[in-house]
């Protein structure tokens, strides 16, 4: 146990007052911690709806599973790619801010887009918050000239236990065009070290499964440093034809914040050491923040972010009221008008053939209680927002009160909620109760894209966090907690 002097030693002095208040309303709270608020310096300037690119910023480690003719090469591929997502997901903003952030809370409709460049090509992402009770972001990643396509959506579920415990809920589905071959990637649970101290980080728990169309299934088991030995973000992984465990292929094992070993059961060879730390991401491109739709999550968030950014609580909390109390507005006249909100780029579907086969095989079912639905990317949504046929979409009442607030700022007035406008949507409940499969998602052509990331107008910068991201200073934006 650590001793009176130790706790919270992480904290600024200034802070640790209410680091301690926050701690014993942690440890008094019963139901989900999201809607907790958490102390200034702990609170992050990036919305959730940014997280789901942390799937990608290897692109040339995503693609390259559709390079290899083997299939149970290509298991081990896919294996690889994910566990060199961990660090990006679970450790950097760790090594980057400090301690693990408490993201900002997405609206309903937030978008996140972006686009890498690099030796694999333009690989691309659209994330957009589906739910916002439950909380629930879902995406897409694709890379066109390499035929590989990731999609899935998850949301957190986060109680305390001796220390705060994260479920994540959702799945992740890779399909390789050229084999036309699927994987279903399940998520692993977490939970934070180092609360005590003042100095928060993410270990994951238990396990994660990877089943392949063709027959082979990878499983990742986790472990952390424990009182007496080990070390932190310690994981063992294998790969073995679905059903014949005990002939295992492949082994990998290590740390996935640091450095894991590949090796070759048979010839007892090792393939390759791959460094996670030292390992170059790309930068995502996104557009400039005058440039964004008012729902993507940058331009959004710009002033709550700029407010976390110079310590401004009061700006931070009258500007995320804004946020919320026109959210509420939009919520309170689709019931009245007996409507749903209507997603941009994704729909909710009764079940999916593709994820119901994989499933099967390692005994993964779906939650759609817990995730309000089952989700997958709609390319028939994608080609009219292609198009620019957004007028099915309820939009305009945020877009009117996101231009209302920005003027009301450059005037010198306040915005008011009461001067939302609600436009009538005659589009019906965005569900689709058609099986649906992911295999059938079809190629998106490159020259079309540019229609939502226009390559003249994307920058690259920092963010102060070592992301990328638009040159504002206002916005210095870095699985989970919640600012809201």
Not at 82 to 93: A, E, G, K, P
Not at 189 to 201: A, D, T, W
Not at 242 to 265: M, N, P, R
Not at 384 to 392: C, E, K, N
Request: charge should be neutral; hydrophobic fraction near 30%; charged fraction near 25%.
């Amino acid at each position: 146990m650590p001793s009176s002097s130790q706790e919270g030693a992480a904290v600024p002095p200034q802070n640790r007052g209410s680091w301690t208040t926050f701690l014993r309303s942690i440890a008094n709270f019963s139901g989900d911690l999201s809607s907790l608020t958490a102390p200034p310096f702990i609170l992050s300037s990036t919305s959730l709806t940014e997280y789901s690119s942390y799937w990608a910023e290897h692109p040339s480690i995503f693609v390259a599973p559709a390079q290899e003719p083997e299939p149970s090469k290509r298991a081990l591929l896919v294996l690889k790619w994910f566990l060199s997502t961990l660090r990006q997901q679970y450790c950097s903003r760790n090594e980057q801010l400090g301690s693990e952030k408490k993201p900002l809370n997405p609206f309903l409709g937030e978008l996140f887009l972006g686009q890498w460049e690099d030796a694999a090509g333009t690989t691309r992402l659209v994330s957009e918050q589906v739910s916002h009770h439950p909380p629930v972001t879902a995406y897409s990643i694709w890379n066109d000239e390499h035929g590989v396509r990731l999609q899935g959506y998850n949301g957190q579920k986060a109680s305390f236990s001796r220390t705060i415990q994260v479920k994540q809920v959702g799945h992740a589905l890779l399909h390789l065009d050229k084999y036309n071959e699927d994987y279903l990637i399940t998520l692993p649970s977490l939970h934070i070290e180092g609360l005590i101290y003042g100095s928060p980080f993410v270990e994951l728990n238990k396990s994660t499964l990877i089943q392949s169309s063709s027959g082979y299934t990878a499983r990742v088991d986790y472990s952390g440093k424990g009182w007496v030995s080990g070390k932190k973000n310690s994981f063992t992984a294998v790969v073995h034809r679905a059903g014949h465990e005990k002939d295992v292929l492949y082994t990998i094992d290590g740390q996935w914040s640091e450095a894991f070993v590949i090796k070759d059961c048979k010839t007892r060879q090792v393939l390759e050491t791959y460094n996670a730390k030292s390992t170059p991401t790309t930068p995502l491109a996104v557009k400039p923040v005058d440039e964004q739709d008012p729902l993507e999550s940058r331009r959004a968030w710009r002033q709550v972010a700029a407010a976390i950014q110079k310590g401004d609580m009061d700006t931070t909390g009258a500007e995320k009221s804004l946020i919320e109390n026109q959210q509420r507005e939009l919520r309170r006249a689709e019931q009245a008008e007996s409507r749903e909100w209507h997603r941009r780029y994704f729909s909710r579907v009764a079940k999916d053939a593709t994820f119901d086969g994989l499933a099967a095989t390692i005994g993964e079912r779906v939650e759609p209680e817990k995730t309000g639905g089952i989700w997958r990317w709609d390319e028939k949504k994608h080609e009219a927002v292609l198009r620019g046929d957004v007028s099915h979409s309820p939009l305009s009442s945020l877009k009117q009160a996101s231009s209302k607030k920005e003027s009301s700022r450059e005037g010198g007035q306040s915005s008011s909620v009461d001067q939302v406008d609600h436009a009538p949507s005659s589009s019906a409940a965005n569900t689709t109760t058609t099986t649906t499969t992911t295999s059938t998602i079809t190629k998106r052509a490159s020259t079309q894209e540019t229609a939502f990331v226009p390559s003249n107008s994307i920058r690259h910068h920092s963010n102060g966090d070592g992301r990328s991201g638009e040159d504002t200073p206002a916005v210095a934006p870095a699985t989970r907690t919640q600012a809201s």
